[in-house]
């Protein structure tokens, strides 16, 4: 069936030519550069990025210009547009999440089976950890998180995984910018007492939070590592605090050789 589309309206009597999404007359600035790096992307040609946003040619110019000044597109020797190494980064980080979902889901279900608990797969988001994968298991309990929620990094044992990457110095700046909140009467609010625990962290090869987020709720978790030891992914078992003391050894076992089979899954998918 045919569908009626509203005609293109271009700025300055440039025509549209080619594929793409052109530019309208109130489009605002951040929207004509998010075409004209689109374009760029898609595009190796001036002229061609010119016809695919249907802006006009000294717009487009000054726009690709800022582009390739910030690194987000890169111009080669013969003056065709190739993705920059700033988009690149972006888009490799952006990979690096996604793919570690998708890869590590069918590892979460069986450690969800296996230890029936509530299973996450979380990433670092900045100062903060988010959910990626929740995956709850048959107990009576409802853990208080969801995907997509960011939580803080001293209290939780997903978060303590992801400090014990850091350096000391690094992890001065962080306590500078986010302080060590208390959650509980458990949680742990001073460098030192941080310093101490992320030791201990590095030296077991997982973290606990012993209700430091809540205090009703227990937690296990291990890194998933990629190349080079890169911290990928942490997965976390979460269980009722009574559960948890009865069962803390062998969900840290569980943790760990779940977070090393996901990670070792993931580097043989992208080999």
Excluded at 124 to 136: P, Q, S, T
């Amino acid at each position: 069936m045919a569908t009626e589309t509203a005609p293109l309206i271009v700025p300055n009597g440039d025509a549209p030519k080619g594929n793409g999404v052109h530019a309208t007359a109130s489009a605002s600035a951040s929207e004509k550069t998010l075409l004209v790096l689109e374009a760029a992307l898609t595009h190796s040609r001036f002229t061609e990025v010119v016809a695919a946003t249907g802006l006009a040619k000294a717009t487009t110019h000054r726009i690709l210009s800022t582009l390739v000044e910030r690194q987000f597109v890169a111009l080669a020797a013969d003056g065709s547009y190739l993705p920059g190494p700033k988009i690149l980064a972006l888009a490799g980080r952006a990979l690096a999440r996604i793919d570690i979902s998708a890869i590590a889901r069918p590892f979460v279900d069986d450690l969800v089976a296996a230890s029936r608990c509530t299973v996450h797969l979380d990433a670092v988001n900045g100062d903060e950890i988010v959910y990626l994968i929740r995956a709850d298991s048959d107990r009576p309990y409802v853990m208080p998180s969801r995907v997509g929620l960011s939580v803080p990094m001293h209290c939780t044992g997903v978060g303590k995984v992801a400090l014990a990457d850091r350096s000391d110095d690094d992890l001065a700046r962080f306590v500078a910018r986010a302080g060590l909140a208390p959650r509980t009467e458990h949680t742990i609010t001073t460098l030192p007492e941080l310093m101490e625990e992320l030791a201990a962290v590095r030296a077991d090869g997982y973290a606990v939070d012993r209700e430091e987020f809540d205090e009703d709720f227990c937690c296990v978790a291990a890194p998933v590592l990629g190349d080079r030891g890169a911290l990928r992914g942490i997965i976390g078992l979460s269980a009722s605090t009574r559960a948890f003391d009865a069962e803390h050894e062998e969900l840290a076992a569980a943790a760990r050789e779940v977070a090393l089979q996901a990670g070792s899954h993931r580097a043989e998918v992208l080999a």
